[in-house]
């Protein structure tokens, strides 16, 4: 369970670096947004900078009581117009 919480706190650090926005956290997923609230221009970049910045965090994470075990992810990235209210649904379904 430590493990878990450490993730969780190095996952959010690396969205605290980049112009994204965490939209949700459903389950074991995170749902960002990048351009949102506030435009900016490069939104894909960022993105993508979050998921290398995931996939690097990941793969440096040593699970102790589980000795050469690598922790695994899936990184899903959408580009395109957005839906508002799908993510103020998500905003307000998470609070």
Same mark, same amino acid.
């Given at each position: 369970?430590?493990?878990?919480?450490?993730?969780?706190r190095e996952?959010?650090e690396c969205?605290?670096?980049?112009?994204?926005? =965490? !939209?949700?956290?459903?389950?074991?997923?995170? +749902?960002?947004?990048?351009?949102?609230? /506030?435009?900016?221009?490069?939104?894909? #970049?960022?993105?993508?900078?979050?998921?290398?910045?995931?996939?690097?965090?990941?793969?440096?994470? =040593? !699970?102790?009581?589980?000795?050469?075990?690598? +922790?695994?992810?899936?990184?899903?990235? /959408?580009?395109?117009?957005?839906?508002? #209210?799908?993510?103020r649904k998500?905003?307000?379904?998470?609070?």
């Amino acid at each position: 369970m430590v493990e878990c919480v450490i993730v969780i706190r190095e996952f959010d650090e690396c969205i605290d670096r980049r112009d994204v926005y =965490k !939209v949700a956290t459903i389950g074991d997923a995170y +749902l960002v947004a990048s351009g949102l609230p /506030h435009k900016t221009t490069d939104h894909s #970049r960022q993105v993508c900078l979050l998921a290398l910045d995931i996939q690097q965090t990941v793969k440096n994470f =040593k !699970v102790e009581h589980l000795p050469g075990h690598q +922790l695994q992810q899936r990184i899903g990235i /959408h580009s395109g117009r957005h839906n508002d #209210r799908s993510l103020r649904k998500h905003n307000d379904k998470n609070r």
